[in-house]
């Protein structure tokens, strides 16, 4: 299956077993805004708990909050999400398609960079055990015209983004020839500036009430409620203010699925330290968060950082994790060094001090803030497209299976009597009330054995416990492994053991 294909999978995968729905489907659906089903919300919940835990459980001085999506507007003035969140877009005329002015820049040099790389996997092949890589990329004259051209791209790109230069940027992507990947044209419009917020208001008549938006992080209301947290909880810095929450912006191009949506699910935390160490503490988290995503177990290749060359306005240091999707190499988590950008605006625009009083250097100061942003969805993504696998077995037959992390699969056992006959229902039911109260499990005694365990291979549940003659007469069950699909004989008395030892968190956590 090559990776238009496995995307294509993964969509039709998650409608047909109940992990993602389009919205309003019955209404042709409403672009970019998905709903998740009955598993697509265990496994949604299962990693978003592994998330938190990571995060604040295992971490004494990180606490965590629940914040609302509406506040006071003034917020996304202070923030500069008003005059600053805007990306610049253009269209191409033949297809009529709508893209993202600095992503086609960015892909562009993407290429270039995948140009490289495939260069000294060319060099490494032929060199065999004497090639110096390092030399290689340092004295090549090819790689050395392509990092050249890189960097020209990068600078003019750079100026045009600061300086909102929109004739320049158009520029950039007509110098380059960059063409529309549906069309394959260069025949672009002028280059236009959006806002992605969306606005509602609020209260009951229209003249009086207040122009509000919907939240486009869940990072602000971290910082609006810093003095809060950190005076109710007590803590010292350096400590951290971890949320997750739903996040709304008007994207311009939505396509990919979960990738980018209008409405997502952010898991952020704001870690506030002392200014001038910001730098050290960004680093940190740095590998804290890559180890985070290495531990799902999908392979250190599948991951790696990309740094920002242009900051954002609060920011002294930038970075993405980028996971390889189907698509390829993309944004999975952003780390960033805010500096004291945002609790210093806000202390302009709402007259109240933020700051800190340390006891250890006896003076008070706003502190300067690394924050690690997470999208829910997006992990999501990279979750179910690492998993899912169609598998040839022996008898030539192929199976759907979704080879799940265990600890965040959303069923973690399925019951299954043979029959229903002969009392091996009852048998199975009673043993699948006694399960239910430590783990996610389902009963099912519809259809024959087989279809029932394709069933639980394609929804990812890591065991499978049949009940048949032989367990009334003994109390043993068969367990049957997903991945292996290895079936064992074991007591009954030993299936909550087995299942939970692999499937709860605290082996995934302690592993962190
Ligand atoms: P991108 O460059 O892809 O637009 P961003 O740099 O604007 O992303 P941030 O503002 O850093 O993203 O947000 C942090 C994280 O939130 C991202 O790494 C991503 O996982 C998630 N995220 C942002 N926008 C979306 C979206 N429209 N849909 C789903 N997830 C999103």
Known sequence: MNNEELFKNVISHSKEYGFIFPSSEIYDGLSAVYDYGSYGAELKNNIRTYWWKAMVQLHENIVGLDSAIFMHPTIWKASGHVDAFNDPLIDNKDSKKRYRAD?????????????IEKEVEKAKKRFAENFDEALYRSTNPRITEIKNNIATVHGRYKKAMEESNWVDLRQVIIDLEIVCPVSGTKNWTDVRQFNLMFSTSMGAMEETSNLLYLRPETAQGIFVNFLNVQKTTRMKIPFGIAQTGKAFRNEIVARQFIFRMREFEQMEMQFFVQPGSELKWYEQWKEKRLAWHHSLGFGKDKYRFHDHTKLAHYANAACDIEFEFPFGFKELEGIHSRTDFDLKSH???SGKKLQYFDPELNSSYVPYVVETSVGLDRLFLSVLSQSLIQEKLEDGTTRDVLRLPPFLAPVKCAVLPLTKKDGLSEKALEIFNTL??????????????????????????PYCITIDHQTLEDNTVTIRERDSMKQDRVAIAEVQKIVGEKTDIVSALRRL
């Open 103 to 115: 992503n086609l820049i960015e892909d562009y040099i993407g290429k270039q960079e995948d140009k």
């Open 347 to 349: 202390e302009k625009f």
């Open 436 to 461: 239910k109260l430590s783990m996610y499990c389902q009963y099912d005694e519809k259809d024959s054995i087989g279809k029932r365990y394709r069933r639980q291979d394609a929804i990812g549940t």
